[in-house]
T-cell receptor
Framework: AQSVAQPEDQVNVAEGNPLTVKCTYS??????LFWYVQYPNRGLQFLLK??????LVKGSYGFEAEFNKSQTSFHLKKPSALVSDSALYFC???????????FGTGTRLQVFP | DAGVTQSPTHLIKTRGQQVTLRCSPK?????VSWYQQALGQGPQFIFQ???????QRGNFPDRFSGHQFPNYSSELNVNALLLGDSALYLC??????????????FGSGTRLTVV
């Protein structure tokens, strides 16, 4: 079965410090991986994706993610967190041979001033 | 360039009633997918419409049905509402059924509360 796991319900980080939000996946075939962010009462906003190529993917708002095939991970990172980064973050994988996304349960990022 | 538009933004229905949610895709997109996001959960895929046909379906009962119109807009219908249908319903549009290549754009959702 294809799935995505986000092991942390919440991540707390001080403003200016680096942040990491973890994601591991299980898929058939090549993984197509995504990160989305959700602010309160809003839909999902696309941050970045990995389809193929360089294992380090750069996305919106200074975020990046590292694809690690051997560890089946796709962790989201940012060198210096902002209070405005506080939101709910979802990792997702495209299900094999379909166009549907399978989402993790989400990680709430709280950045403290 | 308009993004994905969903209506209404909020809705309260009584158990057993029927509801229709609407979605207009991003300009230039022709594929619409619907997701259900229960409180504290990640979105769950309901189904996808492309070329006015249901192309893929998730693990949702037949009470959930949909439609796509020639202008690519879409409706999600839910019959015989249950309390457990209370959720944020998200619409995502893409091009040619290839969201991984061309990107998925999500709307802000419709918050459905069943009482």
């Amino acid at each position: 079965a294809q799935s995505v796991a986000q092991p942390e319900d919440q991540v707390n980080v001080a403003e200016g410090n680096p942040l990491t939000v973890k994601c591991t996946y299980s898929v058939s075939g090549n993984p197509y991986l995504f990160w989305y962010v959700q602010y309160p009462n809003r839909g999902l906003q696309f941050l970045l994706k990995y389809i193929t190529g360089d294992n380090l993917v750069k996305g919106s708002y200074g975020f990046e993610a590292e694809f690690n095939k051997s560890q089946t991970s796709f962790h989201l990172k940012k060198p210096s967190a902002l209070v405005s980064d506080s939101a709910l973050y979802f990792c997702a994988v495209r299900a094999y041979n379909t166009d549907k996304l399978i989402f993790g349960t989400g990680t709430r990022l709280q950045v403290f001033p | 360039d308009a993004g994905v538009t969903q209506s209404p933004t909020h809705l309260i229905k009584t158990r057993g009633q029927q509801v229709t949610l609407r979605c207009s895709p991003k300009s230039g997109h022709d594929t619409v997918s619907w997701y259900q996001q229960a409180l504290g959960q990640g979105p769950q895929f309901i189904f996808q419409y492309y070329e006015e046909e249901e192309r893929q379906r998730g693990n949702f009962p037949d009470r959930f049905s949909g439609h796509q119109f020639p202008n690519y807009s879409s409706e999600l219908n839910v019959n015989a509402l249950l309390l457990g249908d209370s959720a944020l319903y998200l619409c995502a549009s893409s091009l040619g059924g290839q969201g991984d290549n061309y990107g998925y754009t999500f709307g802000s959702g419709t918050r459905l509360t069943v009482v």
